[in-house]
């Protein structure tokens, strides 16, 4: 079992910035590829981002691409979601999600996830 926890999120304004965290537990981090997800009210849950077991790897949605900036801290045990330039659209609980092995961009195929923190940006 892994256990994963996010924080960070909170209010900020348009063209604002936020860094999320994702700190694990339970199993080695580095064994586990991470990814984030958003779920905006009323709308089904979608890929973020992902990035591999050793942090060389990572890929975007197009919506934030060039925007955010996943990492991670095997060290730590800890993932990283750097955002920048927020808009109101990105407005959402962000979940952070574990898959043993490679990382994929489906929800449905993660094995672990986090409760999840909510990023709401004001116009």
């Known amino acids: 079992q892994v256990q994963l926890v996010e924080s960070g999120g909170g209010l900020v304004q348009a063209g604002g910035s936020l860094r999320l965290s994702c700190t694990a537990s339970?199993?080695?981090?580095?064994?586990?590829?991470m990814g984030w997800f958003r779920q905006a009210p009323g709308k089904e849950r979608e890929f973020v981002g992902r990035?591999?077991?050793?942090?060389?790897?990572?890929n975007y949605a197009d919506s934030v691409k060039g925007r955010f900036t996943i990492s991670r801290d095997n060290a730590k045990n800890t993932e990283y979601l750097q955002m920048n330039n927020l808009k109101p659209e990105d407005t959402a609980v962000y979940y952070c999600?574990?898959?043993?092995?490679?990382?994929?961009?489906?929800?449905?195929?993660?094995?672990?996830w986090g409760k999840g923190t909510l990023v709401t940006v004001s116009s």
């Open positions: 990035i591999s077991r050793n942090g060389v790897i990572t």
């Open positions: 999600a574990a898959r043993a092995g490679v990382s994929s961009t489906n929800a449905f195929d993660m094995d672990y």
């Open positions: 339970g199993q080695t981090f580095s064994f586990y590829a």
